[in-house]
T-cell receptor
Framework: KAGVTQTPRYLIKTRGQQVTLSCSPI?????VSWYQQTPGQGLQFLFE???????NKGNFPGRFSGRQFSNSRSEMNVSTLELGDSALYLC????????????????FGEGSRLTVL | KQEVTQIPAALSVPEGENLVLNCSFT??????LQWFRQDPGKGLTSLLL?????REQTSGRLNASLDKSSGRSTLYIAASQPGDSATYLC?????????????FGTGTKLQVIP
Protein backbone atom coordinates (compact mmCIF):
# COMPACT_ATOMS: atom_id res chain seq x y z
CA LYS A 1 0.00 0.00 0.00
CA ALA A 2 1.54 3.29 -1.07
CA GLY A 3 2.18 5.90 1.58
CA VAL A 4 1.46 9.61 1.53
CA THR A 5 3.07 11.27 -1.47
CA GLN A 6 4.04 14.91 -1.54
CA THR A 7 5.30 16.83 -4.56
CA PRO A 8 7.52 18.61 -5.20
CA ARG A 9 10.08 17.58 -2.62
CA TYR A 10 12.16 20.72 -2.95
CA LEU A 11 11.50 24.11 -4.44
CA ILE A 12 13.02 27.56 -4.41
CA LYS A 13 10.94 30.68 -4.93
CA THR A 14 11.48 34.39 -4.60
CA ARG A 15 9.53 36.82 -2.48
CA GLY A 16 6.17 37.77 -3.96
CA GLN A 17 5.76 34.59 -5.96
CA GLN A 18 3.19 31.94 -5.23
CA VAL A 19 3.56 28.20 -4.79
CA THR A 20 1.31 25.17 -4.97
CA LEU A 21 2.11 21.96 -3.11
CA SER A 22 0.41 18.64 -3.70
CA CYS A 23 -0.42 15.76 -1.39
CA SER A 24 -1.80 12.35 -2.31
CA PRO A 25 -3.06 10.49 0.78
CA ILE A 26 -2.97 6.80 1.45
CA UNK A 27 -5.63 5.07 -0.61
CA UNK A 28 -8.94 5.12 1.24
CA UNK A 29 -7.98 7.98 3.56
CA UNK A 30 -10.32 10.93 3.31
CA UNK A 31 -8.77 13.25 5.89
CA VAL A 32 -5.74 15.31 4.89
CA SER A 33 -4.01 17.73 7.24
CA TRP A 34 -1.26 20.21 6.43
CA TYR A 35 1.51 21.40 8.74
CA GLN A 36 4.35 23.88 8.59
CA GLN A 37 7.55 22.87 10.34
CA THR A 38 10.31 25.33 11.16
CA PRO A 39 13.24 25.03 13.59
CA GLY A 40 11.93 27.84 15.75
CA GLN A 41 8.20 27.07 15.83
CA GLY A 42 8.10 23.31 15.48
CA LEU A 43 5.04 21.80 13.83
CA GLN A 44 2.19 24.20 13.28
CA PHE A 45 -1.23 23.18 11.98
CA LEU A 46 -2.39 24.84 8.78
CA PHE A 47 -5.70 23.19 7.87
CA GLU A 48 -7.50 19.89 7.52
CA UNK A 49 -9.76 18.67 4.77
CA UNK A 50 -12.26 15.85 4.81
CA UNK A 51 -14.33 14.85 1.80
CA UNK A 52 -13.48 18.10 -0.03
CA UNK A 53 -14.50 20.28 2.93
CA UNK A 54 -12.17 22.30 5.13
CA UNK A 55 -13.04 21.22 8.66
CA ASN A 56 -10.29 22.91 10.65
CA LYS A 57 -8.02 25.89 10.09
CA GLY A 58 -4.97 27.05 11.99
CA ASN A 59 -3.80 30.57 12.72
CA PHE A 60 -2.19 31.44 9.43
CA PRO A 61 -2.86 34.45 7.19
CA GLY A 62 -5.21 34.23 4.24
CA ARG A 63 -2.21 33.86 1.91
CA PHE A 64 -2.29 30.21 2.89
CA SER A 65 -5.11 28.29 1.28
CA GLY A 66 -5.92 24.77 0.29
CA ARG A 67 -8.40 22.47 -1.31
CA GLN A 68 -9.22 18.82 -1.63
CA PHE A 69 -10.41 16.99 -4.68
CA SER A 70 -12.96 14.20 -4.99
CA ASN A 71 -10.16 11.59 -5.04
CA SER A 72 -8.93 13.00 -1.67
CA ARG A 73 -5.78 14.48 -3.16
CA SER A 74 -5.10 17.87 -1.64
CA GLU A 75 -3.24 20.97 -2.63
CA MET A 76 -2.10 23.94 -0.62
CA ASN A 77 -1.25 27.30 -2.05
CA VAL A 78 0.79 30.13 -0.62
CA SER A 79 0.52 33.46 -2.40
CA THR A 80 2.77 36.50 -2.12
CA LEU A 81 5.59 34.52 -0.56
CA GLU A 82 7.59 36.00 2.29
CA LEU A 83 11.02 35.01 3.58
CA GLY A 84 9.37 33.64 6.72
CA ASP A 85 7.44 31.12 4.66
CA SER A 86 10.61 29.09 4.19
CA ALA A 87 9.84 25.80 5.89
CA LEU A 88 9.17 22.11 5.51
CA TYR A 89 5.51 21.64 4.62
CA LEU A 90 4.10 18.33 5.68
CA CYS A 91 0.82 16.69 4.93
CA UNK A 92 -0.70 13.82 6.82
CA UNK A 93 -3.60 11.56 6.03
CA UNK A 94 -5.89 9.67 8.34
CA UNK A 95 -8.46 6.95 7.89
CA UNK A 96 -10.89 8.23 10.48
CA UNK A 97 -14.42 8.58 9.22
CA UNK A 98 -15.18 11.86 10.91
CA UNK A 99 -18.29 10.40 12.48
CA UNK A 100 -17.53 9.18 15.98
CA UNK A 101 -13.80 9.45 16.36
CA UNK A 102 -12.21 12.85 17.01
CA UNK A 103 -8.93 12.08 15.25
CA UNK A 104 -7.25 9.07 13.76
CA UNK A 105 -3.69 7.85 13.41
CA UNK A 106 -1.70 10.29 11.32
CA UNK A 107 0.51 9.17 8.46
CA PHE A 108 2.88 11.76 7.07
CA GLY A 109 4.50 12.31 3.71
CA GLU A 110 8.16 13.18 3.19
CA GLY A 111 7.35 16.87 2.98
CA SER A 112 8.00 19.71 0.56
CA ARG A 113 10.99 21.86 1.45
CA LEU A 114 10.25 25.44 0.40
CA THR A 115 13.00 28.04 0.32
CA VAL A 116 12.03 31.66 -0.28
CA LEU A 117 14.83 33.98 -1.40
CA LYS B 1 -4.46 24.90 26.18
CA GLN B 2 -2.62 21.61 25.91
CA GLU B 3 1.15 21.79 26.30
CA VAL B 4 3.44 18.93 25.38
CA THR B 5 7.00 18.79 26.65
CA GLN B 6 9.76 16.41 25.69
CA ILE B 7 12.83 16.31 27.89
CA PRO B 8 15.69 16.04 27.19
CA ALA B 9 15.89 17.93 23.91
CA ALA B 10 18.91 15.86 22.91
CA LEU B 11 20.34 12.54 24.04
CA SER B 12 23.50 10.68 23.09
CA VAL B 13 23.96 7.03 24.03
CA PRO B 14 26.35 4.20 23.08
CA GLU B 15 25.07 1.45 20.83
CA GLY B 16 23.32 -1.39 22.63
CA GLU B 17 22.00 0.70 25.49
CA ASN B 18 18.33 0.60 26.48
CA LEU B 19 16.83 4.07 26.69
CA VAL B 20 13.66 5.93 27.62
CA LEU B 21 12.27 9.02 25.97
CA ASN B 22 9.74 11.13 27.82
CA CYS B 23 6.63 13.02 26.76
CA SER B 24 4.63 15.09 29.25
CA PHE B 25 1.29 16.75 28.64
CA THR B 26 -0.75 19.14 30.76
CA UNK B 27 -4.35 18.17 29.91
CA UNK B 28 -5.23 14.56 30.64
CA UNK B 29 -8.41 14.69 28.49
CA UNK B 30 -6.75 13.06 25.53
CA UNK B 31 -8.10 10.74 22.85
CA UNK B 32 -4.81 9.20 21.78
CA LEU B 33 -1.07 9.74 21.81
CA GLN B 34 1.21 8.99 18.90
CA TRP B 35 4.99 8.60 18.74
CA PHE B 36 6.90 9.50 15.59
CA ARG B 37 10.48 9.53 14.41
CA GLN B 38 11.82 12.10 12.02
CA ASP B 39 15.06 11.82 10.10
CA PRO B 40 16.75 15.09 9.03
CA GLY B 41 14.83 16.83 6.28
CA LYS B 42 12.26 14.07 6.10
CA GLY B 43 8.67 13.56 7.14
CA LEU B 44 7.39 11.95 10.31
CA THR B 45 7.20 8.18 10.50
CA SER B 46 4.53 6.78 12.80
CA LEU B 47 5.97 4.42 15.39
CA LEU B 48 3.19 3.70 17.85
CA LEU B 49 -0.33 4.90 18.59
CA UNK B 50 -1.78 4.52 22.07
CA UNK B 51 -5.48 5.04 22.60
CA UNK B 52 -6.51 6.72 25.84
CA UNK B 53 -7.96 3.44 27.13
CA UNK B 54 -4.66 1.62 26.65
CA ARG B 55 -1.64 1.52 28.95
CA GLU B 56 1.00 0.46 26.46
CA GLN B 57 1.79 -0.59 22.91
CA THR B 58 4.71 -2.57 21.57
CA SER B 59 6.34 -2.86 18.17
CA GLY B 60 9.58 -4.77 17.88
CA ARG B 61 12.21 -3.10 20.08
CA LEU B 62 9.85 -0.23 20.89
CA ASN B 63 7.44 -0.02 23.78
CA ALA B 64 5.33 3.01 24.54
CA SER B 65 3.42 3.49 27.78
CA LEU B 66 0.73 5.96 28.71
CA ASP B 67 -0.26 7.25 32.14
CA LYS B 68 -3.05 9.75 31.60
CA SER B 69 -3.47 10.61 35.27
CA SER B 70 0.11 11.80 35.54
CA GLY B 71 0.14 13.29 32.02
CA ARG B 72 3.05 11.20 30.90
CA SER B 73 4.08 8.84 28.14
CA THR B 74 7.40 7.10 27.69
CA LEU B 75 8.96 5.47 24.66
CA TYR B 76 11.33 2.66 25.54
CA ILE B 77 13.90 1.61 22.95
CA ALA B 78 15.68 -1.65 23.64
CA ALA B 79 19.19 -2.46 22.45
CA SER B 80 19.64 0.83 20.61
CA GLN B 81 21.31 0.85 17.18
CA PRO B 82 22.94 3.64 15.14
CA GLY B 83 19.94 3.44 12.78
CA ASP B 84 17.75 4.61 15.65
CA SER B 85 19.42 8.03 15.47
CA ALA B 86 16.66 10.52 14.68
CA THR B 87 14.38 13.03 16.34
CA TYR B 88 11.48 11.47 18.22
CA LEU B 89 8.26 13.42 18.60
CA CYS B 90 5.08 12.71 20.47
CA UNK B 91 1.68 14.11 19.51
CA UNK B 92 -1.37 14.31 21.72
CA UNK B 93 -4.89 14.31 20.28
CA UNK B 94 -7.73 15.80 22.32
CA UNK B 95 -11.16 14.35 22.91
CA UNK B 96 -12.71 17.29 21.08
CA UNK B 97 -11.58 19.98 18.70
CA UNK B 98 -10.38 18.02 15.70
CA UNK B 99 -6.98 17.98 14.07
CA UNK B 100 -6.28 21.63 14.81
CA UNK B 101 -6.00 20.65 18.47
CA UNK B 102 -3.43 17.91 17.95
CA UNK B 103 -0.40 19.12 19.88
CA PHE B 104 3.13 18.06 19.02
CA GLY B 105 6.12 18.06 21.32
CA THR B 106 9.33 19.69 20.14
CA GLY B 107 11.10 16.35 20.07
CA THR B 108 14.11 14.59 21.50
CA LYS B 109 17.07 14.32 19.16
CA LEU B 110 18.67 10.93 19.71
CA GLN B 111 22.16 10.00 18.66
CA VAL B 112 23.30 6.39 19.03
CA ILE B 113 27.06 6.14 18.88
CA PRO B 114 28.58 2.98 17.31
Amino acid sequence: KAGVTQTPRYLIKTRGQQVTLSCSPISGHRSVSWYQQTPGQGLQFLFEYFSETQRNKGNFPGRFSGRQFSNSRSEMNVSTLELGDSALYLCASSSETGLLKPTGELFFGEGSRLTVL
Amino acid sequence: KQEVTQIPAALSVPEGENLVLNCSFTDSAIYNLQWFRQDPGKGLTSLLLIQSSQREQTSGRLNASLDKSSGRSTLYIAASQPGDSATYLCAVSPVAGGYQKVTFGTGTKLQVIP
